[in-house]
């Protein structure tokens, strides 16, 4: 009996100590865990501000040797070291325009067409089709562009537009030139497909967040389907679908591959649409390895830097739009 | 009154219908751009894949050969970029959606996540190039590699993020009321309920960097030979098939199609095992 009772009296205090040792590991390894995932989480921070600062640094030789009229002139050449930023900011701006004017009314249409027009047994197939067409490397859709694209609107639709737009006045300058194939229009048709999965799932699932008591309350007092969409459905999700197209602008906006293919490189300004120019990302894609000379590195260098706060500001806006529009619901 | 109320109803019901035939019309569109996609892709990428293509080294122009060096690089340059970016990723979501769930601090890095997970990636090139090959003076495969691994952060991040929190609290509370410390939740509980979900992440980031171009154009760079040095320029297959492509030969170009036949396929493979793991998550 006493022997048992001194047992469990030395066990006690075994096990008090075990009890100790274990809880300081427990909270050492907890305290070791937090601080690990706290450096990794400040560390995406740390990456981002460090992309910011290497650009800056960067593209600093430039601006010390052009100043600000480095964003408005137009010359780029290489042998006499003269750098202007005018011609591959006026192609991004000008593709991603393009490209969003057609991906957004074509990629809401396919929104309204899953969310509302579907049967249920296309809507799983379709969906996913819509996502394969977002998963496909950018490189394949200018491969694509550069192989079957172009050669299709050089021979079929370029001369149409060319002899259709002639005698009109305005127009007729856009659609001008011999049609290269390769050039600003095909680039942003290229875009424009590249982008319509983004515009459209996101619309998508917007969508689907209105509730459905509103839509009944539409039809019930005799709404068409058409006006359901358009005054009960778009109004809810204004917000989210606005965020959505911004994330897609941001997308075309910075795009390079695909546009590369088929931008042709030239660094000039022309009216014609058909007419080779080149965008931020292409310019850097196609001529960083072989640039020569820290100027010509750094020139380039800030043109990303450029491409890199444009992205930002529409990408921080797309990502608060999408914010509030969560909040919303 | 009533007739006219009638020719109004008609009218708005054709004007109903002119507009969703328009958006029938979209979904075509869509669709048929896809199968346009997908038809040259493998018309073009088939009718040139033979076994060369996997035995044989980048021949030089004018002659036959195949594309082993640029899938060895690839592979290579895949595997680490995943596995030096997953690790980051993963703790980083950890905080997010454990120690720091709702705090201001990870709102902001949620937000600059996501911003970083859109950024052009020939922005995260130039960035690689600045502190990796610069300073190392030559273009290397580890900078590819890192250059792969930091486009592989932001999307890890956010799904672990996403996936954690919808790891059932009751699940994590009981853990925590057995006396276990937080740290221990997470790895032996939270980690192991999310557990597909997180694979579904990595999944999705590889199959994203698989095909990812324009970062390594001035990073990994490109090489005609086989290699598997770390420290010198390593091959892959997206920039031979930009250099391919863009060449005036038709052999070069057979290559870049059989190589984007390649790439097309592994990343689709990929998605798809991602979203049957991803549905069956959410069949729970």
């Known amino acids: ?329 | 009154m009533s007739t006219h109320a009638a020719t109004l109803y008609a009218r708005r019901n054709r004007k109903s219908k002119f507009w969703l035939a328009l958006c029938y019309a979209a979904t075509g569109f869509g669709l048929f751009s896809l199968f346009l996609i997908l038809c040259a892709l493998f018309y073009e990428g088939f009718s040139g894949l033979n076994m060369a293509v996997f035995t044989e080294m980048t021949p030089p122009p004018g002659s036959a050969g195949g594309l082993l060096n640029a899938i060895v690089g690839s592979l290579i340059l895949t595997f680490l970029g995943v596995l030096v970016g997953t690790p980051l990723g993963l703790l980083a979501g950890t905080y997010m959606a454990e120690y720091g769930r709702g705090s201001k601090f990870t709102t902001s890095v949620r937000f600059l996540n996501d911003i970083l997970l859109s950024a052009p990636s020939i922005v995260i090139g130039l960035f690689i190039y600045e502190i990796v090959v610069a300073p190392m003076g030559h273009f290397s495969g580890i900078a590819g590699v890192f250059a792969l691994a930091l486009l592989v952060v932001p999307i890890v991040t956010r799904t672990t993020e996403d996936m954690l929190l919808l790891v059932p609290r009751p699940l994590t509370e009981a853990a925590s009321a057995l006396g276990m410390p937080r740290s221990y939740v997470i790895t032996k509980v939270t980690y192991r309920a999310a557990l597909s979900g997180l694979i579904t992440g990595v999944l999705l980031a590889t199959a994203r960097i698989s095909g990812e171009t324009a970062p390594l154009l001035f990073t990994a760079l490109n090489n005609q030979f086989f290699s598997a040095d770390l420290n010198a320029p390593l091959a892959s297959l997206p920039v031979i098939i930009f250099q391919f492509a863009l060449s005036p030969y038709k052999d070069w170009q057979r290559l870049a199609w059989s190589g984007a036949l390649l790439i097309t396929l592994s990343v689709l493979i990929l998605s798809i095992i991602a979203r049957v793991l991803g549905t069956r998550k959410i069949a729970k």
Request: charged residues 10%; glycine residues 8%; aromatic residues 10%.
């Open chain 1, 1 to 329: 009996m006493v022997d048992i009772l001194a047992e469990s009296k030395a066990f006690t205090t075994v096990r008090k100590d075990q009890r100790e040792r274990v809880f300081k590991a427990f909270k050492s390894s907890d305290g070791f865990y937090r601080f690990i995932t706290f450096s990794a989480a400040l560390t995406i921070l740390v990456l981002l501000g460090g992309v910011i600062v290497s650009l800056v640094i960067g593209s600093l030789p430039t601006f010390r040797a052009f100043g600000l009229d480095f964003l408005v002139t137009e010359a780029w050449n290489p042998v006499s070291d003269k750098y202007g930023a005018m011609a591959p900011i006026y192609g991004t701006l000008v593709t991603s325009v393009i490209a969003m004017a057609i991906a957004l009314p074509v990629g809401l249409g396919i929104a309204i067409f899953l969310s509302e027009l579907c049967p249920d047994a296309l809507k799983r197939p379709i969906g996913i089709a819509v996502e394969l067409l977002a998963g496909i490397p950018s490189i394949i859709y200018g491969l694509w562009g550069l192989f079957i694209l172009a050669p299709f609107l050089q021979a079929y639709v370029q001369p149409a537009l060319i002899s259709a737009f002639a005698p009109v006045p305005v127009l007729s300058s856009l659609f001008a030139g011999p049609p290269y194939g390769i050039g600003l229009l095909t680039a942003s048709v290229i875009l424009s497909v590249m982008i319509l999965p983004f515009i459209t799932s996101i619309s998508r699932d917007v969508f689907q967040t209105v509730p459905a008591v509103l839509k009944e309350a539409a039809y019930g007092i005799g709404c068409t389907k058409w006006e359901v969409i358009t005054k009960v459905i778009i109004p809810y999700t204004t917000t989210g679908v606005a965020g959505g197209a911004m994330l897609a602008l941001g997308r075309a906006l910075g795009e390079t591959m695909a546009v590369t293919f088929v931008i042709g490189n030239a660094h000039r300004i022309s009216t014609s649409l058909f007419a080779p120019a080149t965008t931020i990302s292409a310019s850097i894609a196609n001529e960083f390895t072989e640039a020569v000379g820290d100027l010509y590195t750094s020139a380039l260098i800030s043109l990303g830097l450029i491409l890199f706060v444009i992205t930002f500001i529409v990408l921080a806006l797309a990502r608060l739009l999408l914010m509030r529009a969560q909040a919303h619901v």
